[in-house]
């Protein structure tokens, strides 16, 4: 049997806000050909999907084609419930032990019967349900400000972890005025929701994977703000995120229905470019992002993780800033041997006036090691900018790593 072709370039586009029919598969059959919206089923290579062969070359086909359907239907499953079912047949079959009663073959035909049939019936719910055109321009949609940090931490498998940090203060999620309208059908609830989705781009910018959270936010959420840590793994080369939060109204439709999501009232978006992977190889130190954390006024214990995403100095507390390094290098008695050292700058300070540092050695049996420093801010002054560098020096190897934080003045 000859090699199967790749999948062809796709992109899903969901909207949920519009109804479970309202779900687009796009597909670009060659590097020059425009993406066109395209059955699913398309995204299976023609020539498996085409006459099989015959006898035990047909068999081996078959068996290709399952497993590409799989492949192929799981990711879809994940951004849509609708491809479930295909996904659960496929499943089904290439659990059975093999050879089982059902020919692979025959269990191909019936697979691709049904992801014709469930395309053909999305279409139509599309064109019945979707509308044509659909716009949130006219309506409500205020910008909301989300204040944001991201970090980068390396997995045990070698890929890296990125942490997007954000939070919202209560204020900001006021609704605009003339929003709270009530629909003739519906009645609105208390509070809203509030949507994150964050893009993975490659190096190319070739959308990778697509994440949503959903957060329902209540009236009386004072006046503090929450702040929240959305994970995105999986890299290993350089890559791009691009960020997006929705606030929508909560409606109820009836006295004791679902709830489900209204009219959007605030749309804040953000992107995070150029990111790199951190190093898994070992071939010197490598050295996380620092993650800010509110601290409190005193020492903190280990686990204090509050996230500080804000690009100001907290008003009250101080800041803790943890990070981890990777790939140290054992000396001849079989430890680890490392310096950290940090700088506090004020930017604005007279010239000449000297920033302040500190130095500290450490001993360690292990490669990897996590690290937490604590800025001390009760003497100084929180509306003025800050820049807090960080240096480690691996003193066993020579590496040397920085990473350095900064918060603006307050307005």
């Given at each position: 049997m000859p090699p199967i072709p790749p999948i062809p370039a796709n992109e899903i586009w969901v909207y949920p806000h519009l109804g479970d029919a309202a779900y687009f598969v796009f597909i670009r059959s060659s590097?020059?050909?425009?993406?066109?919206?395209?059955?699913?089923?398309?995204?299976?290579?023609?020539?498996?999907?085409?006459?099989?062969?015959?006898?035990?070359?047909?068999?081996?086909?078959?068996?290709?084609?399952?497993?590409?359907?799989?492949?192929?239907?799981?990711q879809l499953a994940l951004a849509h419930p609708a491809f479930g079912g295909v996904y659960d047949?496929?499943?089904?079959?290439?659990?059975?032990?093999?050879?089982?009663?059902?020919r692979p073959d025959r269990a191909v035909r019936s697979v691709l019967q049904q992801a014709r049939e469930e395309d053909s019936a999305a279409a139509?719910?599309?064109?019945?349900?979707?509308?044509?055109?659909?716009?949130?321009?006219?309506?409500?949609?205020?910008?909301?400000?989300?204040?944001?940090?991201?970090?980068?931490?390396?997995?045990?498998?070698?890929?890296?972890?990125?942490?997007?940090?954000?939070?919202?203060?209560?204020?900001a999620l006021q609704p605009p005025d003339g929003a709270l309208q009530e629909d003739p059908d519906t009645s609105a609830v208390p509070g809203s929701l509030l949507s994150m989705s964050v893009a993975r781009y490659d190096d190319g910018y070739r959308l990778q994977a697509l994440q949503h959270r959903?957060?329902?936010?209540?009236?009386?959420?004072?006046?503090?703000?929450?702040?929240?840590?959305?994970?995105?793994?999986?890299?290993?080369?350089?890559?791009?995120?691009?960020?997006?939060?929705?606030?929508?109204?909560?409606?109820?439709?009836?006295?004791?229905?679902?709830?489900?999501?209204?009219?959007?009232?605030?749309?804040?978006?953000?992107?995070?470019?150029?990111?790199?992977?951190?190093?898994?190889?070992?071939?010197?130190?490598?050295?996380?992002?620092?993650?800010?954390?509110i601290a409190g006024e005193a020492a903190p214990p280990a686990d204090t993780t509050a996230v500080y995403p804000f690009a100001t100095l907290p008003r009250h507390g101080n800041l803790a800033f943890y990070f981890e390094l990777y790939?140290?290098?054992?000396?001849?008695?079989?430890r680890t041997r490392y310096t950290i050292a940090y700088r506090i700058l004020r930017p604005d300070a007279p010239d000449g006036r000297a920033p302040t540092s500190a130095r500290t050695r450490y001993r360690s049996d292990a490669q990897r090691v996590a690290e937490t420093i604590?800025?001390?801010?009760?003497?100084?002054?929180?509306?003025?900018?800050l820049t807090l560098t960080v240096h480690v020096v691996d003193e066993v190897s020579g590496a040397e790593a920085v990473r350095s934080i900064s918060f603006a003045a307050a307005r």
């Amino acid at each position: 049997m000859p090699p199967i072709p790749p999948i062809p370039a796709n992109e899903i586009w969901v909207y949920p806000h519009l109804g479970d029919a309202a779900y687009f598969v796009f597909i670009r059959s060659s590097p020059r050909q425009p993406y066109r919206e395209r059955p699913a089923v398309e995204l299976i290579p023609a020539v498996l999907r085409g006459r099989s062969a015959r006898g035990e070359a047909g068999l081996g086909q078959a068996r290709a084609l399952l497993a590409v359907l799989e492949e192929v239907y799981g990711q879809l499953a994940l951004a849509h419930p609708a491809f479930g079912g295909v996904y659960d047949a496929v499943t089904t079959y290439n659990a059975l032990p093999y050879p089982s009663a059902l020919r692979p073959d025959r269990a191909v035909r019936s697979v691709l019967q049904q992801a014709r049939e469930e395309d053909s019936a999305a279409a139509w719910r599309r064109a019945q349900q979707v509308p044509p055109v659909y716009t949130a321009a006219a309506g409500p949609g205020d910008p909301l400000a989300v204040p944001m940090r991201w970090a980068r931490f390396l997995e045990a498998d070698g890929t890296t972890r990125t942490e997007v940090y954000w939070g919202v203060e209560a204020s900001a999620l006021q609704p605009p005025d003339g929003a709270l309208q009530e629909d003739p059908d519906t009645s609105a609830v208390p509070g809203s929701l509030l949507s994150m989705s964050v893009a993975r781009y490659d190096d190319g910018y070739r959308l990778q994977a697509l994440q949503h959270r959903h957060y329902l936010t209540p009236a009386d959420a004072g006046d503090g703000a929450a702040t929240r840590t959305f994970v995105v793994r999986g890299d290993t080369g350089r890559y791009h995120l691009g960020v997006q939060w929705e606030q929508r109204r909560v409606l109820r439709a009836g006295e004791a229905g679902p709830l489900e999501p209204g009219a959007r009232l605030k749309l804040g978006t953000a992107r995070i470019d150029s990111l790199t992977a951190l190093d898994p190889t070992g071939r010197r130190m490598e050295m996380s992002d620092l993650r800010p954390m509110i601290a409190g006024e005193a020492a903190p214990p280990a686990d204090t993780t509050a996230v500080y995403p804000f690009a100001t100095l907290p008003r009250h507390g101080n800041l803790a800033f943890y990070f981890e390094l990777y790939h140290l290098a054992y000396d001849a008695d079989g430890r680890t041997r490392y310096t950290i050292a940090y700088r506090i700058l004020r930017p604005d300070a007279p010239d000449g006036r000297a920033p302040t540092s500190a130095r500290t050695r450490y001993r360690s049996d292990a490669q990897r090691v996590a690290e937490t420093i604590v800025l001390d801010l009760t003497a100084v002054d929180r509306r003025r900018p800050l820049t807090l560098t960080v240096h480690v020096v691996d003193e066993v190897s020579g590496a040397e790593a920085v990473r350095s934080i900064s918060f603006a003045a307050a307005r």
